[in-house]
């Protein structure tokens, strides 16, 4: 089966480049399409040139939604209370964009694979296998649900809950905040039917979106689909569970002056400010040849991962050899 995968993107760093390699190396999608700002597109276009990759599309985000709406990111934005909200608007529209995809991006695979900017794929899973002669659309769980912030996750049980009307589905071990999820284009409708008939309102849903951000102070892309693909589509719903990958998969703040970037500049002087795909492979390989390579890296970028005290990180955090806080 021939499918594309959708990476929103909020900002180049060092270690984009290695993450669309990786998902390309590891997956082989017909397209690899970024919705990024307009800004970042030119930065993105030099910083792939080495890769030589001939599938990928850079899409600007700030009107990624006008054809179909005739909104842009900025009128979607302003419907954000920040008051009332728990985070800036650009992490609420980034949900969104993965939510629409399929609005913005031609032609766009049913389904599509939605993969998180700094999720990069090592010793990973496999998203795409054949069931009694039928494509089994497959994720894998990758954060451990027994740390957590509380608060955050009863307001996104309650969005669920009241706004889709059934029960968070929930796992005994994983998050169903994975990073990475197929989405359908017909279930998606199903949601934002939901989401209007909640609201009573014929307003496009994403400012019905950015509405609800609003009076349940946040929102879960991945766990409200999850959710509703277990009330309504359970045997569409395939995942490995937290065991299977999650386990040897960490998460570390990086943003080029880290521990990992570090011993990775000391092996290779030439690496440049993009390294490779495989550069990265390479000192994983050597750095982990006595253990277990983990199934995937996850690249912070906040300077809040480093303010997190231990309390508050999520087990891959604790686990990591790379993050500098620990």
């Given at each position: 089966?021939?499918?594309?995968?959708?990476?929103?993107?909020?900002?180049?760093?060092?270690?984009?480049?290695?993450?669309?390699?990786?998902?390309?190396?590891?997956?082989?999608?017909?397209?690899?399409?970024?919705?990024?700002?307009?800004?970042?597109?030119?930065?993105?276009?030099?910083?792939?040139?080495?890769?030589?990759?001939?599938?990928?599309?850079?899409?600007?985000?700030?009107?990624?939604?006008?054809?179909?709406?005739?909104?842009?990111?900025?009128?979607?934005?302003?419907?954000?209370?920040?008051?009332?909200?728990?985070?800036?608007?650009?992490?609420?529209?980034?949900?969104?964009?993965?939510?629409?995809?399929?609005?913005g991006v031609p032609d766009l695979s049913?389904?599509?694979?939605?993969?998180?900017?700094?999720?990069?794929?090592?010793?990973?899973?496999?998203?795409?296998?054949?069931?009694?002669?039928?494509?089994?659309?497959?994720?894998?769980?990758?954060?451990?649900?027994?740390?957590?912030?509380?608060?955050?996750?009863?307001?996104?049980?309650?969005?669920?809950?009241?706004?889709?009307?059934?029960?968070?589905?929930?796992?005994?071990?994983?998050?169903?905040?994975?990073?990475?999820?197929?989405?359908?284009?017909?279930?998606?409708g199903e949601i934002f039917e939901k989401?209007?008939?909640?609201?009573?309102?014929?307003?496009?849903?994403?400012?019905?979106?950015?509405?609800?951000?609003?009076?349940?102070?946040?929102?879960?892309?991945?766990?409200?689909?999850?959710?509703?693909?277990?009330?309504?589509?359970?045997?569409?719903?395939?995942?490995?569970?937290?065991?299977?990958?999650?386990?040897?998969?960490?998460?570390?703040?990086?943003?080029?002056?880290?521990?990992?970037?570090?011993?990775?500049?000391?092996?290779?002087?030439?690496?440049?400010?993009?390294?490779?795909?495989?550069?990265?492979?390479?000192?994983?390989?050597?750095?982990?040849?006595?253990?277990?390579?983990?199934?995937?890296?996850?690249?912070?970028?906040?300077?809040?991962?480093?303010?997190?005290?231990?309390?508050?990180?999520?087990?891959?955090?604790?686990?990591?050899?790379?993050?500098?806080?620990?």
């Amino acid at each position: 089966m021939d499918y594309d995968t959708v990476i929103p993107l909020f900002k180049v760093r060092w270690s984009t480049p290695a993450v669309l390699e990786g998902v390309v190396f590891r997956y082989e999608p017909r397209r690899i399409c970024v919705i990024c700002p307009k800004t970042e597109v030119m930065t993105l276009e030099k910083a792939m040139v080495p890769s030589g990759l001939t599938n990928l599309e850079i899409y600007p985000e700030e009107s990624f939604f006008t054809d179909k709406f005739q909104i842009a990111k900025e009128q979607i934005c302003g419907h954000l209370d920040l008051e009332a909200s728990l985070y800036p608007p650009g992490w609420f529209y980034q949900q969104i964009l993965k939510l629409g995809a399929h609005y913005g991006v031609p032609d766009l695979s049913d389904p599509f694979l939605i993969w998180d900017s700094d999720l990069l794929p090592l010793a990973s899973w496999p998203v795409l296998e054949t069931e009694s002669l039928r494509d089994c659309h497959l994720f894998a769980l990758l954060q451990d649900n027994k740390r957590g912030n509380q608060n955050i996750l009863e307001k996104w049980e309650r969005w669920i809950r009241k706004i889709l009307e059934v029960e968070p589905l929930t796992d005994p071990e994983g998050s169903l905040i994975p990073h990475h999820m197929w989405f359908d284009q017909s279930t998606l409708g199903e949601i934002f039917e939901k989401l209007r008939c909640f609201y009573d309102s014929d307003d496009p849903w994403p400012l019905l979106m950015m509405r609800s951000a609003n009076d349940f102070g946040t929102f879960s892309e991945f766990w409200l689909y999850a959710s509703w693909m277990a009330a309504h589509h359970s045997d569409r719903l395939h995942y490995y569970p937290y065991g299977e990958y999650g386990e040897t998969t960490e998460r570390f703040f990086d943003d080029g002056t880290g521990p990992f970037f570090s011993k990775l500049r000391q092996a290779y002087p030439d690496t440049g400010d993009y390294p490779s795909y495989e550069r990265i492979c390479e000192i994983v390989t050597e750095e982990y040849k006595d253990s277990v390579i983990p199934s995937s890296l996850s690249f912070e970028s906040s300077p809040r991962h480093l303010k997190k005290g231990k309390e508050n990180m999520h087990t891959e955090e604790l686990r990591s050899r790379w993050h500098s806080a620990i």
